[in-house]
């Protein structure tokens, strides 16, 4: 089952706005990951915030994590038509094997409109 | 940051066919290595997990005679999809973790489809 659920599902935005995309998860974490993908590309890791962190911020991103509501939040800055992707926040579990999994939400599909 | 190494990116098989996707990490060494499989708008689910030298652990409801893994060395891990069919068709991704990191790593896909 999935661990995190993103939304808005889709986000449609001008060029030069903030996209904000949220993710709830259920249980607890160690941490909480934010991955990039490109239509029809593997993903790319964007930002890790760990537990015992409220806020991160990297570059245009920042990530905020209230671990009692059990949600993220991942905001993009002055949005360019290149920041066009679907975002995954994704948290560790434990995999059949007992090794760690990431499990990854539904995703958000952003779209930055030039 | 790391490099995984996925390919081929695109693949076209006829049903009943065997297909292998490979997977390498080119510049850390991929203790763990993940296949998922993701189908279109959608999440990725995980299929399998592998660590180097042992058999993989598939997740519920994934036929581990169907999806065959092997994770051989440190660097490599192949998938391979047996006797597929059209339902097999999806988009395959790998993804390793060397050990004690948390950041995963993940390869550009492969596009599976069986006509």
């Known amino acids: 089952s999935q661990q995190g659920e993103e939304d808005p599902q889709a986000l449609s935005i001008q060029e030069g706005e903030n996209a904000t995309m949220n993710c709830s998860y259920k249980?607890?974490?160690?941490?909480l990951q934010w991955y990039r993908q490109n239509s029809g590309r593997g993903l790319v890791h964007l930002i890790l915030?760990?537990?015992?962190?409220r806020e991160k911020h990297s570059g245009r991103l920042r990530v905020t994590l209230d671990t009692s509501k059990k949600s993220s939040s991942l905001l993009i800055t002055a949005s360019r038509a290149a920041d066009t992707a679907s975002y995954f926040c994704?948290?560790?579990?434990?995999?059949?094997?007992?090794?760690?999994?990431?499990?990854f939400g539904k995703g958000t599909k952003l779209t930055v409109n030039p | 940051g790391a490099v995984v190494s996925q390919h081929p990116s695109r693949v076209i098989c006829k049903s009943g066919t065997s297909v292998k996707i490979e997977c390498r990490s080119l510049d850390f060494q991929a203790t763990t290595m993940f296949w998922y499989r993701q189908f279109p708008k959608q999440s990725l689910m995980l299929m399998a997990t592998?660590?180097?030298?042992?058999?993989?652990?598939?997740e519920q409801g994934v036929e581990k005679d169907k999806f065959l893994i092997n994770h051989a060395s440190l660097t490599l891990s192949t998938l391979t999809v047996t006797s597929a069919h059209p339902e097999d068709s999806s988009f395959y991704i790998c993804?390793?973790?060397?050990?004690?990191?948390?950041?995963?790593?993940f390869g550009q896909g492969t596009r599976l489809t069986v006509v």
């Open positions: 249980t607890s974490i160690n941490n």
């Open positions: 592998s660590n180097e030298g042992s058999k993989a652990t598939y």
């Open positions: 993804s390793a973790r060397d050990q004690g990191y948390t950041e995963a790593f």
């Open positions: 915030i760990r537990s015992n962190e």
């Open positions: 994704a948290t560790d579990a434990l995999a059949q094997g007992g090794s760690e999994k990431l499990v």
